[in-house]
């Protein structure tokens, strides 16, 4: 049974709130009566409660939804796993007066793992918008400024070689087809285990490529194909066990094991085409010279990712989605987005310019981005919308009166407030964990996003108010 908030507290909690009253974190205090707000709690309470169609009514009770959403927020305002989220507020009374968790059980690291799955990236999304409402209402963000900027959170994967990438492969269905053969014992074709075979095609592969003087050509093409003739044995075996199941030659007469073998069979249908798309780009890369092979698969576990070059001289490739963050004033971050295919910078302002005024009620007097965002359309379309600075630099101007412009002091001011998305960027990767996602698919990387976003949020409203005092 789900709660909103809890409804019975132990004796023992007055002591500790009396012994912690001193060592909360500043920021904390004033995030604690944030965090407070009925419509925050009854958010998180219906997106738990649709788990179950009795959810509210029936069963053991639940974790309240206001611990549940305070634990989620403390894990992405720390950047902690689930696990050290467990043991830290286990052993710490701040965290557990900061949780409400109080004198009672934390829960476990897995429970709080099926909770992220049930919130969703629509019900973060919520939650945001909520947060910037409560910011709105403190007057710490009055929405007379906007500077956006956009970055690259990295997908949780290896770096992607194409011979890495049939051995994930490889080692995926033998897996799936091991599983099926223990359910359905001496029923069917019999499993033939490449696994080794194919370890010993990519360590070659490797040895070749760090070859001094450059790789042997004719010597990796052999290697290859050598490795694309085994992977294509293991894929029509996975195909045959998957058809043996739907012709029922391979079954379970347990009612819970045909559902393993389903769920199986599942997985190996959805592999064996990643499989097989990673055979063709190597074919192509490796036989035909094509490097830019289209819609290039990266990984077989996070198949959207997409590979972004933004020109960094420290990682020129990077390998994730693009998330676009946008920030009004005190560093409340307004809006953030996780692109499915990555846009041009530059396609971006005006959307930017309809998600502050949704978000605060008015049309920014100041806009400041970076150079990637100009065009003269963006520029003339976001005067007709009422903004009166435009502040995004134009770098390959041969115009006398556009470089006057910019050497305006109201420009270079605007300029310089826009290098703070550039920090926020920065703490957003460091703190809370924005430099790499580890939650599972587009879902997963919103959700990540999103409470990152907002327990950065947290923190700057806290401080905000905190000055406020």
């Known amino acids: 049974m789900i709660e909103a908030r809890r409804q019975q507290f132990h004796f023992g909690e007055g002591l500790i709130a009396e012994e912690i009253s001193d060592l909360r974190e500043e920021w904390m205090t004033h995030a604690d009566k944030v965090l407070d707000?009925?419509?925050?709690?009854?958010?998180?309470?219906?997106?738990?409660?649709?788990?179950?169609?009795?959810?509210?009514?029936?069963?053991?009770?639940?974790?309240?939804?206001?611990?549940?959403?305070?634990?989620?927020?403390?894990?992405?305002?720390?950047?902690?796993?689930?696990?050290?989220v467990e043991r830290e507020v286990r052993s710490n009374l701040v965290y557990r007066d900061f949780t409400r968790v109080g004198a009672g059980k934390v829960p476990d690291s897995k429970?709080?793992?099926?909770?992220?799955?049930?919130?969703g990236p629509e019900t973060v999304e919520k939650i945001h918008e909520r947060v910037v409402e409560i910011a709105k209402a403190n007057q710490l963000v009055q929405g007379r400024k906007m500077r956006l900027d956009t970055t690259v959170v990295e997908t949780n994967i290896h770096y992607p070689t194409d011979s890495n990438l049939l051995g994930d492969g490889v080692r995926v269905l033998i897996r799936g087809m091991k599983r099926i053969s223990e359910l359905a014992v001496q029923q069917g074709a019999k499993l033939r285990d490449r696994s080794r075979s194919v370890k010993f095609r990519i360590l070659e592969i490797g040895r070749i490529a760090r070859t001094k003087g450059g790789p042997n050509r004719e010597r990796l093409q052999q290697a290859y194909g050598k490795l694309l003739s085994t992977v294509g044995r293991v894929v029509g075996q996975a195909k045959r066990f998957s058809s043996e199941i739907v012709g029922g030659v391979k079954r379970s007469a347990e009612v819970m094991q045909q559902a393993v073998l389903e769920g199986l069979r599942k997985e190996l249908d959805t592999f064996v085409p990643r499989v097989q798309q990673v055979m063709r780009q190597a074919k192509q890369r490796i036989f035909g010279g094509n490097t830019h092979v289209v819609e290039k698969l990266v990984s077989i576990f996070e198949p959207t990712t997409e590979?972004?070059?933004?020109?960094?001289?420290?990682?020129?490739?990077?390998?994730?989605?693009?998330?676009?963050?946008?920030?009004?004033?005190?560093?409340?971050i307004t809006d953030y987005e996780v692109y499915e295919k990555r846009p041009s910078d530059?396609?971006?302002?005006?959307?930017?310019?309809?998600?502050?005024?949704?978000?605060?009620?008015?049309?920014?007097?100041?806009?400041?981005?970076?150079?990637?965002?100009?065009?003269?359309?963006?520029?003339?379309?976001?005067?007709?919308?009422?903004?009166?600075?435009?502040?995004?630099?134009?770098?390959?101007?041969?115009?006398?009166?556009?470089?006057?412009?910019?050497?305006?002091?109201?420009?270079?001011?605007?300029?310089?407030?826009?290098?703070?998305?550039?920090?926020?960027?920065?703490?957003?990767?460091?703190?809370?964990?924005?430099?790499?996602?580890?939650?599972?698919?587009?879902?997963?990387?919103?959700?990540?996003?999103?409470?990152?976003?907002?327990?950065?949020?947290?923190?700057?409203?806290?401080?905000?108010?905190a000055q406020k005092k």
């Open 346 to 465: 530059s396609e971006l302002v005006i959307a930017a310019i309809d998600a502050h005024e949704k978000a605060l009620g008015r049309t920014p007097g100041l806009m400041a981005a970076d150079a990637a965002f100009y065009s003269a359309k963006n520029e003339a379309a976001a005067h007709d919308r009422g903004v009166k600075r435009v502040c995004i630099p134009n770098r390959s101007t041969k115009s006398a009166e556009r470089k006057r412009e910019q050497k305006k002091r109201w420009f270079k001011q605007g300029q310089k407030w826009r290098t703070g998305c550039e920090g926020r960027i920065s703490v957003l990767k460091r703190r809370h964990g924005l430099r790499r996602c580890f939650y599972r698919g587009d879902s997963g990387m919103k959700r990540w996003v999103g409470l990152g976003v907002i327990a950065d949020n947290l923190h700057h409203i806290g401080a905000a108010m």
């Open 37 to 84: 707000d009925e419509q925050l709690i009854s958010t998180v309470y219906e997106a738990l409660a649709k788990r179950s169609p009795k959810s509210r009514t029936r069963g053991r009770r639940g974790t309240p939804a206001e611990v549940v959403m305070r634990l989620l927020l403390l894990k992405h305002s720390r950047n902690w796993s689930f696990d050290v």
């Open 307 to 332: 590979i972004i070059r933004k020109g960094k001289v420290s990682k020129p490739t990077e390998f994730g989605k693009m998330v676009k963050i946008q920030e009004g004033e005190n560093q409340i």
């Open 111 to 119: 429970t709080m793992g099926r909770w992220e799955l049930a919130l």
